[in-house]
């Protein structure tokens, strides 16, 4: 299994805001997606940081949600609310319990 994780910075009091994005928009259209497996939020306390966690069954079904358009749709609506560029990664799922 694979995972995609994206580290964002909120401009102040946008945290909230990106969340909602996520939650409503984010995962509906990362299950309709091939591999999906499963997507996550982690935001600090502060409200300034947030890291998504997305797993995939396949590195080409992670890669594809690249190239097919989904992520840089999914990104850009939040765009407007960050304070940096997000930062992309890419990581095997080494345990999961």
């Avoid at 102040?12 to 805001?17: H, I, L, Q, R």
């Avoid at 999906?36 to 300034?48: I, R, V, Y």
């Avoid at 939040?78 to 990664?89: A, H, I, R, Y």
Wanted: proline content about 5%; some cysteine; glycine content about 10%.
């Amino acid at each position: 299994m694979k995972a995609r994780v994206v580290t964002v910075k909120a401009q102040p009091g946008k945290m909230d805001e990106m969340t909602a994005i996520y939650k409503d928009s984010v995962v509906p259209a990362g299950k309709k997606q091939t591999g999906f497996k499963g997507a996550m939020l982690l935001t600090d306390a502060d409200g300034s940081k947030g890291i998504s966690i997305t797993l995939w069954e396949t590195e080409a079904d992670m890669t594809a949600g690249e190239t097919n358009g989904y992520y840089q749709e999914q990104i850009g609506k939040m765009k407007p609310l960050m304070s940096e560029p997000p930062v992309l990664e890419h990581c095997d799922v080494s345990v999961q319990a």
